[in-house]
């Protein structure tokens, strides 16, 4: 079956500095790709996602890329915010299917 | 904007107990899922249920546990006779899209 690994596993940031989540896969099939904030005591909430027939993907501060051909993808934030503190998952999926979900990446920022 | 509830926030209950954890999909989603999340762990897929039938479970998802859609609303998760290590955070999630949307969550505590 599909495995996600992500890397870092915690991550922390001054204020106004960008961010960086990394995460690869293994089955090639898979074709969506989302992330998901996880705030304390909250449910997984998206916060952008990917499909394989695009490698970028812009919503204000936020970014996703893809590359196939190496069978990972990143999450970019940039100039990030005391609220952007917060659990960050990526996943993976076909067709939207079950999500297989990487273990998770810990952002502090920093004031 | 609709979103996914689940009840109760917390649950204790004796092991071997059943226990009966429950979700309101948003209203026109098709497809409905349940996800765990250990501890510190990853989010882990256990079932997901379309048209009335289970179209995909895990390994997890072994005949302790039970899903159903009782009425035109609820979605719920049955765990028949719980043991400790079925502590964890219980995701119900419903799917429009691709787009999987995840509820707040149930803490279940099995002492």
């Known amino acids: 079956g599909e495995n996600v690994e992500q890397h870092p596993s915690t991550l922390s940031v001054q204020e106004g500095d960008s961010a960086v989540i990394k995460c690869t896969y293994s089955?090639?099939?898979?074709?969506?790709f989302p992330w998901y904030k996880q705030e304390l005591g909250k449910g997984p909430q998206l916060i952008i996602d990917?499909?394989?027939?695009?490698g970028e993907k812009k919503d204000q501060r936020i970014a996703v890329t893809l590359n196939k051909t190496a069978k990972h993808f990143s999450l970019h934030i940039t100039e990030t915010q005391p609220e952007d503190s917060a659990v960050y998952f990526c996943a993976a999926s076909m067709r939207g299917n079950m999500l297989t979900f990487g273990g998770g990446t810990r952002l502090m920022v920093k004031p | 904007e609709p979103e996914v509830t689940q009840t109760p926030s917390h649950q204790v209950t004796q092991m071997g107990q059943e226990v009966i954890l429950r979700c309101v999909p948003i209203?026109?989603?098709?497809?409905f899922y349940w996800y765990r999340q250990i501890l510190g762990q990853k989010v882990e897929f256990l079932v997901s249920f379309y048209n009335n039938e289970i179209s995909e479970k895990s390994e997890i998802f072994d005949d302790q546990f039970s899903v159903e859609r009782p009425d035109g609303s609820n979605f719920t998760l049955k765990i028949r006779s719980t043991k400790l290590e079925d502590s964890a955070m219980y995701f119900c999630a419903s799917n429009y899209q691709e787009t999987q949307y995840f509820g707040p969550g149930t803490r279940l505590l099995v002492l």
């Open positions: 209203s026109n989603h098709l497809y």
């Open positions: 089955d090639s099939a898979s074709n969506y």
């Open positions: 990917i499909r394989s027939n695009v």
